[in-house]
Every structure is written in structure tokens, then in C-alpha cells.
């Protein structure tokens, strides 16, 4: 069984098709991609624990 070669109109379309998939793959890829934002939350969290513990040293020495 053979099959007749695309005419260059199908050629076009079926590169078109592939374009529009990568380009919406990349888009996806860079959507899912974290950038940074992971290690942004740890260091606010490590701030905020250390205002907390700031705040209860100094609530400490007020009661006392």
C-alpha cells in the first residue's frame, strides 16, 4: 500500500499545524516553570518567623 505524496497546500498546513503545537507547547512549558516564586516564599516565610520571634522577645521583656 501506497500513499500519494501531500500537495504542497497539505505541506504547508501540516507545518502550520506543527508550528502552532510548539509554540503552544513552549507556552505551556514556560507557564508551568516556577521562576524563582519557590525560593521567594521560603525566604518571606524565614522572615516572618523571625519578626514573630522578634515580637515575642520583645513581649517577654515588656511583661518583665
Do not use: F, N, Y
Request: aromatic share 2%; hydrophobic share 40%; charged share 30%.
Amino acid at each position: 500500500w501506497t500513499q500519494d505524496e501531500p500537495s504542497p497546500t497539505d505541506k504547508l498546513k501540516l507545518m502550520q499545524a506543527v508550528g502552532v503545537a510548539i509554540d503552544r507547547s513552549l507556552k505551556l512549558a514556560l507557564h508551568d516553570a516556577d521562576g524563582g516564586h519557590t525560593e521567594a516564599v521560603g525566604m518571606l516565610d524565614g522572615i516572618a518567623a523571625a519578626i514573630r520571634e522578634a515580637a515575642d522577645r520583645m513581649s517577654a521583656q515588656d511583661e518583665s
